[in-house]
């Protein structure tokens, strides 16, 4: 099956997704000749993941699905922590050719209730400390046949882990035949005007948005050690913390709870990520914590702020403390990730910049004319 390829020398860069396609073989692809690359690090436990690891690993997740019966397009519900199984559950739902439906794992079982309905997913796969909030509901859900759980080595009810099902199945390297415009997985939106939206992802979307932002904006590569405060199952985190860095063979470090000041700047130190993804509000918190380390104990060179517009003053206060700039943008869900952003070394804060190359951008008024200078309309 062909790879993904991309002409930086062209304006805008041009992306060749080919018709026989596969989104989780290309990014293992990519990686196949540094196997001792070490992909993703747990923050917590220090254990690591290497390239190598992660595509046996991937593999073997994809392998034990097709053995439990889960055929091409079906969906399983991913509710798993930013953890070391968390890139691995994905991707081998995609090599296998089953549709992964990420959740939002701060949600309640009312939440996972109409997800699992909604998605009518076959499968669940569920970090162990979230299990709770299912354990009611998955007996009611009619399409569920198989539910796994994740960050476990044993379970009390004896339902099998990811841990053993990856231990247990065999390591042949098949890929499901996928097409570039095949249903590749799944996000849910914040559901602001009602309920969660299921928002469907090709194949072709998760290395556009590394080549067009990942590399064409933060000018990702191999060398770049990333933290992203967004977690995997937000489209932002997704983009940050897996596709961008594995399209390059960049680490990345993953914290399985929520960021505070103490857990972030413990991983700035820790670990020295060159590129930082926060939001606004993190931002703030960073500013205003009386052990916040200094420039020098930090080696970013980059950092990003998206889901809100990211205030002038948090810019600039940042950049004076850290001298590095952090280029504020526009993404979604339905967009999958940044398509309008401001750049290095031309950061204007309190602006959300410039459309990424490769997207194109305007903004008309109620009448459906383009807006002109110092004029408000919506942006399409």
């Excluded at 932002?236 to 913390?241: E, H, S, V």
């Excluded at 060179?301 to 526009?330: H, M, N």
Aim: net charge negative; glycine share 8%.
């Amino acid at each position: 099956m062909q790879l993904s390829r991309a002409d930086h020398r062209a304006t805008p860069p041009r992306v060749t997704i080919p018709r026989d396609y596969n989104a989780a073989h290309d990014l293992l692809e990519r990686n196949a000749s540094r196997p001792a690359k070490v992909a993703f690090i747990d923050a917590v436990s220090g254990a690591q993941l290497t390239y190598g690891e992660l595509a046996e690993q991937s593999h073997r997740f994809a392998n034990a699905l097709r053995t439990q019966g889960f055929a091409p397009e079906s969906r399983v519900l991913l509710a798993v922590l930013d953890t070391l199984e968390w890139p691995v559950v994905f991707l081998g739902c995609i090599l296998a050719g089953v549709v992964p439906v990420a959740a939002n794992t701060l949600l309640t079982a009312r939440d996972f209730d109409f997800m699992l309905r909604d998605s009518r997913a076959q499968g669940l796969v569920v970090s162990q400390p979230l299990w709770p909030a299912f354990e009611g509901i998955v007996a009611a859900t009619g399409s569920l046949k198989t539910v796994i759980v994740a960050d476990a080595q044993a379970t009390a009810d004896d339902r099998p882990t990811v841990a053993a099902l990856v231990q247990a199945a065999p390591a042949i390297r098949k890929v499901t035949e996928t097409c570039s415009d095949d249903a590749c997985f799944w996000l849910y939106s914040s559901g602001s005007t009602g309920k969660p939206k299921g928002t469907v992802h090709l194949h072709s979307h998760l290395l556009q948005t590394a080549e067009l932002y990942g590399r064409g904006v933060l000018v990702i590569q191999e060398n770049d050690v990333v933290y992203s405060a967004a977690k995997l199952f937000f489209a932002y985190g997704l983009g940050n913390a897996l596709t961008f860095p594995m399209s390059v063979g960049a680490t990345t470090v993953l914290l399985p709870s929520r960021p505070t000041p103490d857990s972030v700047f413990g991983i700035l130190k820790k670990f020295q990520p060159t590129i930082f993804y926060g939001v606004p509000t993190l931002y703030s918190l960073l500013l205003n914590d009386a052990g916040r380390p200094k420039k020098n104990e930090l080696k970013l060179r980059v950092c990003t702020s998206a889901g809100e517009a990211l205030p002038a003053e948090i810019g600039r206060k940042w950049t004076a403390e850290y001298g590095c700039d952090i280029l504020d943008g526009i993404g979604s869900t339905e967009m999958l990730h940044i398509f309008l952003s401001n750049r290095p070394g031309h950061v204007r804060y309190g602006t959300t910049g410039k459309a990424v190359p490769g997207y194109e951008l305007r903004i008309v008024g109620d009448d459906g004319r383009e807006c002109g200078d110092d004029e408000i309309g919506e942006l399409q």
